[in-house]
């Protein structure tokens, strides 16, 4: 792989399944982030199915940008229930409706992030 079409994405998942709170890695809507974890600064967003995005996950391109989906506070509380930032090296990635999304399948998780 060449490296210079590689480029780094951050999202929040989880510790083993890097499952998000949105769906999980099947595209089956979990509402985690509704249900489970109010206290995010998020938890009202909603996140409809989109076929666009089947095989996609929400990601983006500096932790910055991540703080505008989830406080250091959100991050913080959530990683004492096994969610954390994890750092992806992608080489498919894709803007849609506003937010990057990087391909599920080639995405590489390569670092999780502690704050």
Known sequence: MDKSSLNLFYRVGHLYTKQGLWYD???NFT???HRKFKFCLNSDL???FDNDCVGWLSATKT???LF???T???IQELQQHDFVVWEYMVS???QHNGHWLINQETSIAIERITL
């Open 72 to 74: 250091l506070e959100d």
């Open 68 to 70: 505008n989906w989830f």
């Open 92 to 94: 498919n990635w894709k």
């Open 31 to 33: 509402g985690l982030i």
């Open 46 to 48: 909603q996140m409809p």
């Open 63 to 65: 932790l910055n940008e």
């Open 25 to 27: 890695k099947h595209g």
